[in-house]
């Protein structure tokens, strides 16, 4: 057993006693001993569940809060993010592989206390600590012991994940992270199935539950040609947000470039991110952003129109127009938490 494993709770026992079933996601997988499930980070060991990142990340960097995309979540701030390998997906368009579709080996990661990492964020200005590069969900026992240690120095915490928790897993982070940005990929269970390995019906359960949690919620979805940029699929996504969620919830379109198993596709036609954009604003989706591409990404007042902040790619210039929450021109409640 690696030095920086760690036994985890949220698993059970089969039957079988040689298997174990994980229920950190949505795969919930059966794992036979000394075997790993499919995320190459939890373990059978002995007949007990082992995750094998624990105190481990291969990623560290500071970055502007807006380039996870949060728009709305502490704008204008840094924050400390890390991250390391392994995901319960399997998406082919993957953008961040080197990571996702790697495993922990002693020689490509380094070991990393929680206080170590709550420390670096304060020396480093950053006002957040966010779980990113791959999925934070199979960080769950290090990003609660983080989490626990940050919020005692007036940190926040951030998930920048897939959304495919099992529901046992999200009702124990929602106790402990401020704010998620969510892969909303596709309106299709099928695409789902065919491109990234899961089923849509989690990610919509657990968007709905981080929603009425009152936790910050952003969702982006990324623009691929010919598989999600029909009008019929972003009405449909935009549908979910209004009847399931709330107009106020920020929608990002982020542009698909070649990458992994896709190089055969076209980077996403810009005219269909503009188009995008359009629809989800005439259906009244009230802040919609472009990604990866040049747009306007300010923010406006859902109400009067008034510019409450000017972005430059990812530095706000003008933070002055929001006053406790409301827009400063006409009172309009407004969804962003401030520092």
Not at 55 to 77: C, T
Not at 151 to 170: A, H, Q, T
Not at 255 to 266: A, E, G, L, T, V
Request: aromatic content about 10%.
């Amino acid at each position: 057993m690696k030095e920086s494993s760690f036994y985890t709770k949220l698993y059970q026992k089969n039957e079988d006693k040689k298997l174990v079933q994980c229920n950190l996601c949505g795969r919930e997988c059966k794992i036979a001993e000394d075997d790993l499930g499919f995320c190459n980070t939890q373990k059978n060991i002995d007949g007990k569940l082992f995750s094998l990142n624990y105190r481990r990340i291969a990623s560290s960097h500071i970055d502007p809060i807006e380039k996870k995309p949060l728009y709305h979540f502490l704008p204008g701030s840094s924050t400390y993010s890390i991250g390391g390998f392994g995901c319960n997906f399997s998406c082919l368009n993957c953008q961040n592989y080197m990571l996702s579709m790697n495993s922990y080996e002693e020689y490509n990661s380094s070991k990393i206390l929680p206080e170590t990492i709550v420390k670096n964020a304060i020396n480093d200005n950053c006002l957040s600590i966010s779980w990113t590069y791959n999925e934070p969900t199979l960080y769950f026992d290090f990003a609660r012991e983080t989490s626990l240690i940050s919020r005692k120095k007036n940190l926040r915490n951030v998930y920048i994940s897939n959304g495919y928790m099992s529901e046992e897993s999200l009702a124990e982070t929602l106790n402990f992270i401020d704010a998620f940005n969510i892969d909303l990929k596709f309106m299709s269970d099928d695409l789902y199935r065919k491109i990234c390995g899961g089923k849509l019906d989690i990610v919509l359960d657990n968007l709905k539950a981080i929603y009425e949690s009152g936790s910050h919620l952003e969702i982006t979805t990324l623009l691929i040609n010919d598989l999600n940029t029909d009008e019929g699929h972003i009405r449909s996504i935009c549908n979910f947000i209004l009847e399931e969620l709330g107009p106020e919830v920020p929608l990002h379109f982020s542009r698909f470039f070649p990458m992994h198993k896709m190089n055969d596709k076209s980077p996403t036609d810009i005219d269909y991110l503009i188009r995008a954009k359009e629809i989800a604003i005439d259906m009244g989706v009230e802040y919609v952003y472009l990604g990866n591409m040049p747009a306007d990404n300010n923010t406006y007042c859902p109400n009067c129109g008034e510019l409450l902040i000017a972005r430059e790619r990812y530095c706000n210039s003008d933070k002055n127009r929001i006053r406790d929450g409301h827009c400063s021109n006409c009172g309009h409640k407004l969804n962003f938490v401030l520092r």
